[in-house]
């Protein structure tokens, strides 16, 4: 009745629902071995012996999980690899220092390939990072602070992502021990690398150009 309405599937758009499924099987597998690994760092500290046992008892489950997770990372890259679309995408956004694998194929996947969100501050606000001052009327009430409405999955990843470019690019670490010299919080600088990160990716998108450094970048 309604095939006047019927829209083809992009290959981008199956290939991002396959990479949304990966992506929720990755993250089992991740709250998998979170759990064993962490039942067994416990029980260590209480009863060695015991924690011993089950570290025994449970090594080839580890390592049957975590080779599943590189399975299942290896299979995202393949499906990104024969969309042409999304892989120059997932290249413009690699190309971000601080932008790992994972982040760079969740930001595709949430945003629908940036068809569903171009705006830094959107993006900011839906991963929960984008600093709001509490009002009410004319008053502002405390201190700023983030949204609790956001994608918690997504905040995690760029929140890992955010302390590894502070570990391992020199110029948002730089950036990082500049502004808490200067007297700001550490988590709210932090926070402010991980709104620089997401500004960062959505401007090479729009751009279509890899990512390049420059000193008012900071």
Do not use: W
Not at 76 to 98: C, H, N, P
Not at 140 to 146: A, E, F, P, S
Not at 179 to 205: C, D, P, T, W, Y
């Amino acid at each position: 009745m309604h095939q006047q309405e019927a829209q083809c599937l992009s290959l981008s758009g199956v290939t991002l629902e396959r990479l949304k499924d990966l992506q929720a099987s990755r993250g089992r597998l991740i709250k998998a071995l979170k759990s064993i690994k962490g039942t067994i760092k416990e029980l260590l500290q209480i009863d060695p012996v015991s924690g011993k046992t089950l570290e025994q008892v449970n090594r080839k489950a580890i390592k049957g999980l975590e080779k599943s997770k590189e399975q299942v990372e290896e299979k995202m890259q393949q499906f990104i690899a024969k969309d042409g679309e999304l892989k120059r995408k997932y290249d413009l956004l690699t190309s971000v220092k601080g932008v790992g694998k994972v982040l760079a194929i969740s930001l595709l996947v949430y945003t629908q390939g940036f068809s569903r969100m171009e705006d830094g501050r959107k993006l900011a606000c839906y991963c929960g990072v984008a600093p709001f001052e509490y009002r009410s009327g004319t008053s502002v009430m405390g201190k700023t602070g983030v949204s609790k409405f956001a994608n918690k999955e997504l905040k995690q990843v760029l929140h890992m992502a955010a302390l590894s470019s502070i570990r391992n690019n020199g110029e948002m670490r730089t950036y990082f021990e500049r502004k808490v010299g200067e007297g700001k919080s550490k988590m709210s600088v932090l926070n402010a690398v991980r709104n620089k990160l997401l500004h960062q990716a959505v401007a090479v998108i729009k751009r279509g150009t890899p990512y390049e450094v420059r000193l008012n970048n900071f």
